[in-house]
């Protein structure tokens, strides 16, 4: 069993940046590959970011691209976190973000699942970010 436990949402003005971390608990956090989603009201859930399970690669939604980076612990530190970067904030970005972990997502250009909530297994229950224009 997996738990996530999303932190570092809040309340900020446009321009302004913050950093979201995803605490993973269980033994085997470097086998999965982890993803951020957001859900703003009204809205369906949307991609936001992915990292390997081994960090080296990573991918983003469009909207976010330049913008965010996500990141996470080396297994070897046993620290178990997954980081989302978010700067250059706009009142758009105002939503619910999800942390995921996914053990079998598809990379393949054709096939890729990176970007799909069925991808992954496991969910936080989210940290609410705000960004006032």
């Known amino acids: 069993q997996v738990q996530l436990v999303e932190s570092g949402g809040g309340l900020v003005e446009a321009g302004e940046s913050l950093r979201l971390t995803c605490e993973v608990s269980?033994?085997?956090?470097?086998?999965?590959?982890m993803g951020w989603f957001r859900q703003a009201p009204g809205k369906e859930r949307e991609f936001v970011a992915h990292?390997?399970?081994?960090?080296?690669?990573?991918?983003?939604?469009d909207s976010v691209k330049g913008r965010f980076t996500i990141s996470r612990d080396d297994a070897k530190t046993a620290k178990n976190k997954v980081y989302l970067q978010m700067n250059s904030l706009k009142p758009e970005d105002t939503a619910v973000y999800y942390c995921?972990?996914?053990?079998?997502?598809?990379?393949?250009?054709?096939?890729?699942?990176?970007?799909?909530?069925?991808?992954?297994?496991?969910w936080g229950r989210g940290t609410q970010v705000t960004v006032s224009s």
């Open positions: 995921a972990a996914g053990s079998a997502v598809q990379y393949q250009p054709a096939y890729s699942t990176y970007s799909f909530e069925r991808a992954y297994d496991y």
């Open positions: 269980g033994r085997t956090y470097s086998t999965y590959a």
């Open positions: 990292i390997t399970w081994s960090g080296d690669n990573s991918y983003y939604g």
